[in-house]
């Protein structure tokens, strides 16, 4: 049976241990084949995981299917599991699926013969980019034990919190938030958290590892924001900020200018932002590989 990977809670230690293994394995040249066809459905706009999640595929000798917005029956109101059916019916082997909804429950996909890898899901999931920046901040770091990692900006809709809050909270390390009351869930507790801050010239004193995050306006439902510019203001990381950084910053991308970052400080000796989008490549090479190598 395929492997699925839809949330990095159904992952063991010992499945993200391997994981990160088999990352090192790829970044550091050796290569695995496996044969057959992967559909690759993007119904969100990306440039980084739709890309690494292509080259991953063609480097482990794996054909690609593309299927952007627009391009799928999914819009003209198809059901996931008619989906699944019809891909598998086709003869393809993984589904890499990034929708605007949340992919939840989804117990009862896992009983089919299509692995199911979620290249992010509504403010659900991103588990690829979760293991990025754990697998990014062990190798900065070493041990996570007690690290202090903090979440900036829009914690609410942030998938990418919801993926690597458990993640670092796995290895030990303390996670905190900083962000506008508007966007921080009024229940933090499923996450793990262990600090909430209010202002961010605080927060950026506790922590060892800063994870800034993009306002995901696509996801905003009313303004949350008094103005952009107040927002930069009062939780970007501007110059001043960068200074004082204890440790290293990272952000998933894209990027927003003096919306989240100072465009001079985004690929300073404190940014971790290209490391994290190298690492992508190899973790989704490890992810296809592991999903699949037994099916
Ligand atoms: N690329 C990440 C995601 O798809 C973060 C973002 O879009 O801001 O969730």
Redo the contacts with the bound molecule.
């Keep these: 049976m395929p492997k699925h990977l839809i949330s990095v809670r159904d992952l063991s230690k010992e499945d993200i241990d391997l994981l990160r293994h088999l990352s090192k394995r790829f970044r550091g040249g050796e290569r695995e084949t496996l044969e057959g066809d992967v559909a690759l459905f993007f119904l969100?706009s990306?440039t980084?995981?739709r890309l690494s999640f292509e080259k991953a595929c063609r480097l482990l000798g794996l054909r690609t299917y593309y299927a952007g917005r627009g391009e799928s029956s999914i819009e003209k109101g198809e059901s996931l599991r008619d989906t699944i059916k019809t891909l598998q019916a086709l003869g393809f082997r993984a589904l890499v699926l990034?929708v605007p909804f949340v992919l939840f429950p989804y117990e009862g996909y896992k009983g089919e013969e299509i692995s199911l890898i979620n290249a992010?899901d509504g403010t659900h999931q991103?588990p690829t980019?979760g293991l990025i920046d754990l697998f990014t901040a062990i190798e900065v770091f070493g041990s996570l034990e007690n690290l202090k990692v903090l979440y900036i900006g829009d914690i609410l809709h942030?998938?990418?919190f919801r993926s690597g809050a458990y993640l670092f909270g796995l290895y030990g390390a303390k996670v905190g938030v900083c962000g506008p009351k508007t966007l921080i869930p009024s229940d933090l507790s499923p996450f793990g958290v262990e600090q909430v801050f209010d202002s961010v010239d605080e927060a950026i004193e506790w922590a060892d590892l800063c994870i800034w995050?993009?306002l995901?306006e696509e996801r905003f439902t009313e303004s949350y924001i008094p103005s952009k510019e107040s927002y930069f203001l009062q939780f970007g990381l501007t110059k001043e900020r960068y200074k004082r950084l204890k440790g290293y910053f990272m952000h998933?991308?894209?990027v927003n200018l003096y919306v989240d970052v100072d465009a001079e400080v985004v690929y300073l000796d404190k940014s971790l932002v290209l490391k994290q989008v190298e690492m992508g490549l190899y973790v989704r090479m490890a992810v296809l590989y592991w999903a699949l190598k037994d099916g």
């Design positions: 969100e990306s980084r995981t990034r992010g991103h980019q942030s998938r990418v995050l993009r995901q998933p991308g894209p």
